[in-house]
Nanobody, 125 residues
Framework: QVQLVESGGGLVPAGGSLRLSCAAS????????MGWFRQAPGKERQFVGG????????YLSDSVKGRFTISRDNAKTTVYLQMNSLKPEDTAVYYC??????????????????WGQGTQVTVSV
């Protein structure tokens, strides 16, 4: 089991940037793909992006492609989500998650076995 703690959320004006971090504990971090999800009030949890176990393959949803990047540092057991050109529709609670696999296959909640507590991102108009 991997324990995950997100940080870096906050209030930012439209067009601004934020960098989310997810610190992991547990010896299996480097063997797991990692993902970021977000959930807005009244909506389902949505896949934002993911990175495979080694960090050389990344995935981003169409809604954030070109604006967000995802990366990981296995030496620091941390995964990052750099968010640029933020829009009000990006407002949500952002969750870090550890996959049960080494790569991202389905971009769905069901392939992730460990979750952080979430961090709020609010983008003002």
């Amino acid at each position: 089991q991997v324990q995950l703690v997100e940080s870096g959320g906050g209030l930012v004006p439209a067009g601004g940037s934020l960098r989310l971090s997810c610190a992991a504990s547990g010896r299996t971090f480097s063997s797991k793909a990692m993902g970021w999800f977000r959930q807005a009030p009244g909506k389902e949890r949505q896949f934002v992006g993911g990175v495979n176990w080694s960090g050389d393959i990344t995935y981003l949803s169409d809604s954030v492609k070109g604006r967000f990047t995802i990366s990981r540092d296995n030496a620091k057991t941390t995964v990052y989500l750099q968010m640029n050109s933020l829009k009000p529709e990006d407002t949500a609670v952002y969750y870090c998650a550890a996959s049960i696999y080494i790569d991202i296959y389905y971009h769905t909640v069901s392939e992730f076995g460990s979750w952080g507590q979430g961090t709020q991102v609010t983008v003002s108009v």
